[in-house]
């Protein structure tokens, strides 16, 4: 497609239930990032990728949090045990590799854990 | 500390006027990029402008154009001629080059902008 795309849009679910997120990147994009928005605040970083690399995990906040990208294209971002401070927007954005290169934000995932 | 600050509390600006939204970044590589972008309410990330730390000018993009001082370590948005579609939540950002690869983007709290017909 033309722009990340992000499965599902909204997602409720019970406290200790697993959440698996999606993101395809934009064809060709080598970097693909995860992050975290409350509202009103800026994107929090989680996770980023090169290829099928994870190359930088130091935003996940805890244990619960994993992400892959087996192929190097799709991602999946899951959080285990879910907790009511987990719900937020999760986004996705994918880039070259260029310093220049902005990230291309998907539409984000609303999580909501009740 | 904070890689990016911006302070100011919410903005206001008349239609047609200039605007200034503040930006303030802490790295001590030479080699980083700044980034501008725009939240509307309907939550999408639009990027908007760039800026790199060994660009010569200062970037523009049509009605964007950045104020780039590299000495204090600022890099201001400065929008022209303000339009109602203008009203959204602005975000600055950086990204560090480490060891010659690209790395994440650190964003800034954000500015939320209204502009008054």
């Known amino acids: 497609g033309a722009g990340v795309s992000q499965s599902p849009r909204y997602k409720v679910t019970k406290r200790g239930q697993d959440v698996a997120l999606r993101c395809d990147p934009i064809?060709?994009?080598?970097?693909l990032y995860w992050y975290r928005q409350a509202l009103g605040q800026g994107p929090e970083f989680l996770t980023y990728?090169?290829?099928?690399?994870?190359?930088?995990k130091s935003g996940l906040p805890n244990d619960r949090f994993s992400a892959e990208r087996p192929e190097g294209s799709i991602s999946t971002l899951t959080i285990q045990r879910t907790e009511q401070r987990d719900s937020a927007m999760y986004r996705c954005?994918?880039?070259?590799?260029?310093?220049?290169?902005?990230?291309?934000f998907g539409n984000g995932t609303r999580l909501t854990v009740t | 500390a904070q890689k990016i600050t911006q302070t100011q509390p919410g903005m206001f600006v008349q239609e047609k006027e200039a605007v200034t939204l503040d930006c303030t970044y802490d790295?001590?590589?030479?080699?980083?990029?700044l980034f501008w972008y725009k939240q509307p309410s309907s939550g999408e990330m639009i990027f908007l402008i760039y800026?790199?730390?060994?660009?010569?000018q200062n970037a523009t993009e049509g009605r964007y154009s950045l104020n780039f001082q590299k000495a204090r370590k600022s890099a201001n948005l400065v929008i022209s001629a303000s339009q109602l579609g203008d009203s959204a939540m602005y975000f600055c950002?950086?990204?560090?080059?480490?060891?010659?690869?690209?790395?994440?983007?650190?964003f800034g709290k954000g500015i939320t902008l209204s502009v008054r017909p």
């Open positions: 954005a994918s880039s070259t590799r260029q310093l220049n290169s902005p990230l291309h």
């Open positions: 064809s060709g994009h080598v970097s």
């Open positions: 990728f090169n290829y099928e690399a994870q190359q930088d």
């Open positions: 790295t001590s590589d030479p080699s980083y990029g």
């Open positions: 800026q790199g730390s060994y660009d010569q």
């Open positions: 950002a950086m990204r560090e080059q480490i060891t010659g690869a690209n790395s994440k983007l650190t």
